[in-house]
């Protein structure tokens, strides 16, 4: 259960004066479960890396693998593949059409095929995952905040069981608070549902304290791959490229996890 790249490559437009080598040469495995965050900047080539996830996006060279079986291959499932592999785009509210919440997480299901009581169970389950308050199921989801409204979008995908969730900027334009809870919402959906979650984020402070692993593109190539803790070791790298800012956010986390009581602006640490 895994999600193999190799030598991964993709240029936009190309032979065109808009030629934009998008994906350099890029290597990695996904193993089934593991929870990891892409970060870099904007243009690094973090959507189109996940675009090529489920097929979305075919790779210019290089091949892609799930489950050991290259998608690229004639004859591949390319449906079945999508299913499994869940892609929540950025500002994913604007893709909710439905007249309640229910209706429109039950739309995936829908076309799945199932029954309407199966389809509702299903994004029943999937609205309660990501902490969705059962008294807005029938509410129009163009009501909701802005955080409810990612959590409609994102149970949309989930109530469809996907194997892999994989998240684009999901806290965009959420305030501070948010972007807290979504991202505390999706650790615990990891945690709970044991599935593989890829989150892309271009801010290293929101993702560092909740993922197994760090992938770090920078102008379409894998910069640095591996744990947190392993890919700020590389603190002067980061540096260069603008990336840095974690360190602070990662060993005040840390502290706490240590049972230390850090100060916001970590001014002071106090043993609790
Ligand atoms: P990120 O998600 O990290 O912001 P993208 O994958 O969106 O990065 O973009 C990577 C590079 O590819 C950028 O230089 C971007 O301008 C370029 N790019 C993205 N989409 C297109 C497109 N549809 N046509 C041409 N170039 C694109």
Redesign the pocket.
């Known amino acids: 259960m895994s999600i193999t790249l190799e030598h991964l490559s993709y240029v936009?437009?190309p032979g065109t004066a808009?030629e934009?080598h998008?994906l350099k040469d890029v290597s990695l495995e996904i193993p089934q479960g593991q929870f990891v965050g892409i970060i870099?900047?904007?243009?690094?080539?973090?959507?189109?890396?996940i675009q090529h996830l489920n097929g979305l996006m075919k790779a210019t060279s290089g091949r892609l693998l799930y489950e050991g079986k290259n998608i690229y291959e004639e004859g591949y499932d390319m449906k079945q593949l999508r299913t499994q592999v869940g892609l929540v785009f950025q500002y994913p509210e604007y893709q909710l059409f439905e007249v309640d919440v229910l209706s429109d997480v039950c739309f995936g299901p829908k076309n799945q095929g199932l029954s309407k009581e199966e389809c509702e169970a299903q994004a029943k389950e999937a609205l309660q995952l990501v902490g969705f308050p059962e008294k807005y199921y029938h509410q129009s989801p163009f009501e909701l905040s802005g955080g409810q409204k990612r959590r409609v979008a994102i149970a949309g995908i989930l109530a469809m069981h996907p194997k892999v969730l994989v998240l684009?900027e999901p806290t965009a334009g959420l305030d501070p608070k948010g972007r807290d809870e979504i991202l505390d919402q999706v650790a615990q959906l990891h945690e709970k549902t044991g599935m593989t979650v890829v989150l892309?984020s271009?801010s290293m402070e929101d993702v560092a304290k909740y993922v197994d692993r760090l992938i770090v593109?920078n102008q379409?190539e894998k910069m640095l791959d591996g744990t947190p803790q392993e890919v700020f070791r590389h603190y002067k790298e980061l540096e260069a490229v603008g990336l840095a800012a974690p360190q602070v956010t990662y060993v005040m986390h840390d502290l706490k996890e240590k049972g230390f009581e850090v100060s916001a602006d970590a001014a002071t640490v106090e043993e609790a």
């Open positions: 936009y437009n808009y934009k998008a870099g900047h904007t243009g690094s080539g973090k959507s189109t890396l684009d892309v271009h593109m379409g």
